[in-house]
């Protein structure tokens, strides 16, 4: 099959929906997962959607990601609650969590939800809707204790994981969808880059050295080396700050982290909803955002140069585009699920014309 | 007088009070102020410690600080509270903001304030404590709405402020205290050095030309340039969200912010503080925060580099030898102090021996 082909989104979507499904996940879970991980693909974020489909569902059939059962309630005390998420399909968890954030958002003004031992939860950025659109502000923080790869400044070893911050925002028009992590690069773009023999884009690892490098196999060399935190050598004790931040509003407040020496791979999650309407009214803050928006897209910008754009202005054009035209897939994606299909009997899709 | 004398802590915090509560401010208030602004010196943050309480003197004379009178509520519910803060000194409004949030914690399990039109808020590392002496954890942002001097990615304009993100949490030792912000460097610090004619440590700028730069004369050059958002030229799209998510926790919820085109300096501020009992525990928080810092501090380091230090580290030891030993000045701060102690007929500290 050609793997630059272009696909319906919404085959996409029910052809994912079924493959988790036959790996024994509930039909309604699976369709959430699915709808996500596409979104991601939409988005252009094509390490972070259909391409994690072949590892979920090898996990699902190892037992190491779980099928069904719900995540066991910690504790619940008025606008916080914590779940152990029991290994259960993170991204399904995550969408979860959401909804009950917004719920004690709705109630109390604002509502946090801290995940432990939940599975990976793939995009961040997909999730921050399921609150904006509900005029609501979220801040999604993620995790994994049983991953490194990241330094400290200063170090050369890594001790951490990119710890992602993802925070989205309503305005008059498309809502701000800001995600990024708190290391220059990620795990999952290092890996990949490693994989095809390529540099990184700019000096983002540390050798044993202590010298910057853009070489990703620096991760594997022996001694390996280690990600840079963000501000790189120079002022990398900012993306270490960053990363302590997550680490502690994920893996601390959720109470379960790297002091347990987790084997499983897994994620520990912190969810914050607020509704504008509790502080200053959501009136005001529309205008604010939309005012500071406009202001930074009317930026001057270096001779030659395009306009700023807002984050997540890519992303949804990019969405708007693979909406209507389809979404084109990274090579190997369809292939690595051609066999998990034919085990269970589905139809590949059909690449659009 | 010698600038680089050392002073009594005490002293200097007496001194200060002394002098404020002069110039109209409630003596209790006068004595908050004082007390964290040489906390910053003690902590070695000597941009934002005494030397502005000059600034703060005349601006309490002028009337631009408001000297009397309680912050107005905007908002209050449940853990939510929004303030209006009226111009008052904003490092007694956070103070006093982050007792109203430790308090909304206790009985909500978390509690969040935001403030609008505070006046500047001085060091954000300084208030940290404040929460973490009572095992909670802090997030606490700041932006100044009549402020400019960062840049969003790719462009070459001024549209927002550097936004400090300030994060502290309890460990079984010191704790944590994270002061970082989402701009490279700072306009105090940009400041000082265009003052002395150094260029900053780094291409911290970008000039008209789009041309990163280490000159901090660009900043008031014709056409100006701007700071950069953490990142730089290369992956600044990461300090711009930051900058972004914390204008919109901050003047986004305060509901008051540059759509209201504010004439005065100023700050809004987001405080959340969070009670770990209200999530996975106390104890394994804790546990937790401690076995990464330990983690960290052990990490390995390039042959002749010292050992990994945790955001705080270098606060808290210059605090202990300045409260052993005395704190030193950055100089021209007392020389600022002396006509306002010369006009209220107020004693200059004396130095140490």
Same mark, same amino acid.
């Given at each position: ?64 990601? !779980?099928? #069904?059962? %719900? @995540?066991? /309630?910690?504790?619940?005390?008025? =606008?916080?609650?914590? $779940?152990?998420?029991?290994? +259960? ?121 202590? !010298?910057? #490098?853009? %070489? @990703?196999? /620096?991760?594997?060399?022996?001694? =390996?080396?280690?990600? $840079?935190?963000?501000?790189? +050598? ?120």
């Amino acid at each position: 099959m050609n793997d630059a082909a272009r696909f319906q989104p919404s085959e996409l979507i029910e052809f994912a929906t079924a493959l988790f499904s036959a790996a024994g996940m509930p039909g309604e879970r699976s369709a959430v997962v699915a709808e996500l991980l596409v979104e991601a693909d939409l988005m252009g974020h094509d390490t972070h959607g259909l391409n994690l489909a072949a590892n979920y569902l090898g996990q699902l059939d190892k037992g190491t990601m !779980k099928k #069904t059962g %719900d @995540p066991v /309630v910690v504790n619940d005390r008025g =606008p916080c609650l914590t $779940l152990n998420g029991e290994y +259960l399909n993170g991204v399904w968890l995550t969408a979860y969590a959401i909804e009950e954030a917004v719920t004690r958002a709705r109630e109390f003004g604002l509502g946090v939800v801290a995940v432990q031992q939940s599975h990976h939860i793939a995009c961040l950025a997909t999730f921050l809707p399921l609150a904006t659109r509900h005029g609501m502000v979220i801040q999604l923080l993620s995790s994994d204790p049983a991953e490194t790869g990241v330094t400290p400044h200063g170090g050369v070893e890594g001790c951490f994981t990119p710890n992602p911050i993802a925070v989205g925002y309503p305005t008059d028009g498309d809502p701000v969808l800001i995600d990024i992590s708190a290391s220059i690069t990620t795990l999952g773009m290092s890996g990949r880059l490693r994989g095809a023999g390529e540099p990184m884009t700019g000096k983002w690892a540390v050798g044993p050295d202590g !010298k910057a #490098t853009d %070489d @990703p196999g /620096v991760l594997v060399a022996d001694p =390996p080396g280690a990600l $840079l935190p963000l501000g790189g +050598l120079e002022t990398g004790h900012k993306g270490f700050g960053l990363a302590l931040m997550v680490e502690a509003m994920t893996s601390g407040l959720a109470g379960h982290g790297r002091a347990d020496g987790p084997e499983r791979h897994g994620a520990s999650v912190f969810i914050q909803v607020l509704d504008p309407d509790a502080f200053g009214g959501r009136d005001r803050f529309v205008r604010e955002a939309s005012f500071l928006a406009e202001r930074c897209r009317a930026a001057r910008v270096a001779p030659g140069n395009p306009a700023v754009r807002l984050p997540g202005d890519g992303a949804l054009a990019r969405r708007a585009k693979a909406m209507r035209d389809g979404v084109s897939l990274y090579p190997g994606i369809m292939p690595a699920l051609e066999p998990f299909a034919e085990g269970f009997g589905i139809a590949m899709p059909s690449p659009l014309a």
